[in-house]
C-alpha cells in the first residue's frame, strides 16, 4: 500500500528566504503524487502533482516539487517565503480516487 | 468555472443525532469523495461516489453513509453522532474516469465543519 511521510509538523521561516517542506512516499510502484494547501478555515488547494512526466514539477504561487525515485522523496520548495504563504501543506499519493493517502501536514510559519 | 461548495459550512449537533452534509461538485466532475478532518487521525478517507454509485469505501462505522444523484451532488449522512464525530468534512471532486489505473486530481470545497456536544 502507498503512503507519505511528512518529516516536519512545523516549518518556520523568514519572509524572503528559502522554503523547503519534505514528504518521503512508500510504494510498489510509480506513484501520483500530490501537494495541497490549507489555508485556516478553508478546504485544501493544489499546488501541484506528479505523475511521472516530469521529475520537477512547477506549481501555482512559485512552488516547485522535486521527484526522486532514489531518494523516495517529493519535497515542496519555494525560493522566497511570502507571508502569504503561511498556512499548512499537505503531500498526498494516490493511484485512484479511492488510495488518496495523506501526510499529516506540516504548518509553516512565515515571520516578517 | 464555479468550485466545489459544501453546505451548511457550520453545523451544531447533540449526542445520538443524524446529521446530513451536503456537496456540489465542479460542473462536469463526475466523483465526489469524502474525507474527515481531525487534529488527531488528520485527513481519513471515507467514500467515494462515482455515477450515483459507491466505488470505494474507508475504514469508517457503518453510522457514516452517502450518496450520489443523477446530477453528481453528493450528501453524507452520520446517525447517532458521537462526540469523537466532531471533525471537518471535506468533500472533493474529480473527472472520475481514472477507476483502476491512473491517479485523478482532486478539488476541494471549503469543508463543513460539524460539532456534537
Known amino acids: 500500500a502507498q503512503s507519505v511521510t511528512q518529516l516536519d509538523s512545523h516549518v518556520s521561516v523568514s519572509e524572503g528566504t528559502p522554503v523547503l517542506l519534505r514528504c518521503n512516499y512508500s510504494s510498489s510502484y510509480s506513484p501520483s503524487l500530490f501537494w495541497y494547501v490549507q489555508h485556516p478555515n478553508k478546504g485544501l488547494q493544489l499546488l501541484l502533482k506528479?505523475?511521472?512526466?516530469?521529475?520537477l514539477v512547477k506549481g501555482i504561487n512559485g512552488f516547485e516539487a522535486e521527484f526522486k525515485k532514489s531518494e523516495t522523496s517529493f519535497h515542496l520548495t519555494k525560493p522566497s517565503a511570502h507571508m502569504s504563504d503561511a498556512a499548512e501543506y499537505f503531500c498526498a499519493t494516490g493511484r485512484n480516487n479511492n488510495d488518496m493517502r495523506f501526510g499529516a501536514g506540516t504548518r509553516l510559519t512565515v515571520k516578517p | 468555472k464555479a468550485g466545489v461548495t459544501q453546505t451548511p459550512r457550520y453545523l451544531i449537533k447533540t449526542r445520538g443525532q443524524q446529521v446530513t452534509l451536503s456537496c456540489s461538485p465542479i460542473s462536469g466532475h463526475r466523483s465526489v469523495s469524502w474525507y474527515q478532518q481531525t487534529p488527531g487521525q488528520g485527513l481519513q478517507f471515507l467514500f467515494e461516489y462515482f455515477s450515483e454509485t459507491q466505488r470505494n469505501k474507508g475504514n469508517f462505522p457503518g453510522r457514516f453513509s452517502g450518496r450520489q444523484f443523477s446530477n453528481s451532488r453528493s450528501e453524507m449522512n452520520v446517525s447517532t453522532l458521537e462526540l469523537g464525530d466532531s471533525a471537518l468534512y471535506l468533500c472533493?471532486?474529480?473527472?472520475?474516469?481514472?477507476?483502476?489505473?491512473?491517479?485523478?486530481?482532486?478539488?476541494f470545497g471549503p469543508g463543513t465543519r460539524l460539532t456534537v456536544l
Open positions: 472533493a471532486s474529480s473527472l472520475g474516469g481514472l477507476a483502476g489505473g491512473g491517479s485523478d486530481t482532486q478539488y
Open positions: 506528479y505523475t511521472s512526466a516530469a521529475t
